[in-house]
């Protein structure tokens, strides 16, 4: 296979299929499957799996934060991004995986991802103290939330939910105070992570966001 983009890693790309592979023919053997019938033939399924890998690594080459990772890149994809395509999806489906699939293989392993705004949204929440001394609130928090659709209730996403989950709405960003006893308080919404912080940068002069906050899984 030819890799069209300079920016790829080949052994990312490798260590994916190998380890995609790895993790069908596991799942096959188990669910008494043929991959060969699957796929028309155990050469498109090679195409397959290598279509799927250089597709996770050329989004992983915009979204990861690599600095933040202990893992070796490689070594990580070889162990456990298999598993992760078929938590996503079944055997049969594979020929179906494209880019709106990575988000959620991507937080199935765990990778701090870098937040970008868009839609659909990652499941942001940062949080930053409050520079003004006698505020009610301590600190201000920026949280990615949604809600089902045709239900006007809001809930927060949290890492590990499915971006592009059909039975949501559209998610937008909320501004939270925060006060001592941790309890929040509900400020706007807003379509843009600058435009919040820009909004918390008025109200609190002083107060310090990440200029290029990052999407972590719960303690990492």
Known sequence: MIFKNDSLDPAAVFTCAI?????????????????????????????????IAALFEEWACKHV????????????????????????MSVEDLSGFDAEDCPDVAMKLL???NYIDAQPRLPLDVKAINPIPASHFTHWRI???RCLSGDDSFE?????????????EPSILALYGVNA????????????????VAFVGKIAPGVEFPEEPVVKAQGS
Not at 65 to 87: R, T
């Open 65 to 88: 934060v690599f600095d933040e990772m202990c893992d070796v890149w490689p070594y990580l994809l070889e162990d456990k991004f298999g598993a992760a395509c078929l938590q996503r």
């Open 111 to 113: 990778l701090p991802l």
């Open 156 to 168: 927060p996403m949290i890492y590990g939910d499915d971006p592009f989950d059909p039975e949501y």
């Open 143 to 145: 949280q990615t939330i």
């Open 181 to 196: 006893e941790g309890l929040v308080e509900h400020i706007k919404d807003f379509e843009r992570y600058a435009d919040a």
């Open 19 to 51: 380890s995609l592979r790895d993790a069908c023919d596991q799942s096959a053997k188990l669910q008494n499957l043929n991959i060969s019938d699957l796929f028309q033939g155990v050469d498109q399924f090679y195409r397959e799996a290598m279509r």
